[in-house]
């Protein structure tokens, strides 16, 4: 029986900024580091859809002893890389519709990031109108009480 592996997320968040893959954490664990009073188990990020950053985190997760969840992530715009405490779902394009036609390109969803410092490193959100967008986008039932945090949260910043 293999010993079990555990990630904390804050090495592997302190491993994406030392390597300086871009990307930016999405889903509610960036609600959480915006100050949302939420709980959530795994965590979502959108990355650089170039193939370069895309070997640098296999790498990465080879390092760490991370499982993928499929033998070619080039091939496929989602994956996720799995220790026995953690699921990191990675979404690589290069742009995230938004609804009604529209799209959010992940280099404008990036140059227009939160950074937030968190011990002796940076962890990368979107901006919160950005976040919105993308739960706008979603539109499920949780996304929907997600948007009424982030607007709370706009609110607070824009005063």
Excluded: W
């Excluded at 100050?35 to 990020?45: E, R, V």
């Excluded at 009480?145 to 709370?152: G, N």
């Amino acid at each position: 029986m293999e010993p079990e592996f555990f990630l904390d997320p804050l090495d592997f968040l302190r491993a994406l900024y030392v390597r300086d893959i871009p990307y930016v954490l999405v889903g509610r664990q960036a609600l959480v580091l915006l100050g949302a009073p939420l709980m959530t188990a795994d965590y979502d990020f959108y990355m650089s859809p170039e193939p370069e950053h895309l070997r640098d985190l296999r790498d990465l997760a080879e390092e760490l002893g991370l499982e993928l969840s499929t033998k070619d992530p080039e091939a496929r715009p989602f994956f996720s890389l799995l220790s026995d405490n953690l699921k990191l779902d990675f979404f690589r394009c290069r742009s995230y519709p938004t609804g009604g036609g529209e799209a959010l390109a992940f280099e404008d969803l990036f140059r227009r990031k939160k950074v937030i410092a968190v011990d002796d490193f940076a962890v990368y959100v979107p901006s919160i109108e950005d976040l919105i967008l993308t739960k706008k986008a979603r539109g499920a039932p949780k996304d929907l009480e997600d948007i009424k945090y982030l607007e709370v949260l706009l609110e607070r910043e824009q005063r």
